[in-house]
Nanobody
Framework: QVQLVESGGGLVQAGDSLRLSCAASGRTFSTYAMGWFRQAPGKEREFVSAISGFGGTTYYADSVKGRFTISRENAKNTAYLQMNSLKPEDTAVYYC????????????????WGQGTQVTVSS
């Protein structure tokens, strides 16, 4: 069982930056692919970014490519999402996810989810 706890959300202005963190429980963090998703009001949850167990492979949604960077520190059991040049349309609840098998799995059917952290970008 893996527990995920997100932090770092908040209210910012357009153009600002935020860094989200996802702290994971357990001793096998490096064996999990990690991902970030978001859900805006009235919309379905959507994929944002994913990273492989040792960080060698990353994926991004087109809407955030070039502005967001995913990373991880396996020694700290933590994944991050650095968000720069934020836009009002980035406003959503951001969720961390983990998958035991692969980045493909974390993008489609993660094994575990965090509780989410709110990001609000004002114009």
């Amino acid at each position: 069982q893996v527990q995920l706890v997100e932090s770092g959300g908040g209210l910012v202005q357009a153009g600002d930056s935020l860094r989200l963190s996802c702290a994971a429980s357990g001793r096998t963090f490096s064996t999990y692919a990690m991902g970030w998703f978001r859900q805006a009001p009235g919309k379905e949850r959507e994929f944002v970014s994913a990273i492989s167990g040792f960080g060698g492979t990353t994926y991004y949604a087109d809407s955030v490519k070039g502005r967001f960077t995913i990373s991880r520190e396996n020694a700290k059991n933590t994944a991050y999402l650095q968000m720069n040049s934020l836009k009002p349309e980035d406003t959503a609840v951001y969720y961390c996810a983990a998958a035991a098998r692969s980045t493909v799995q974390v993008r489609t059917t993660p094994d575990y989810w965090g509780q989410g952290t709110q990001v609000t970008v004002s114009s």
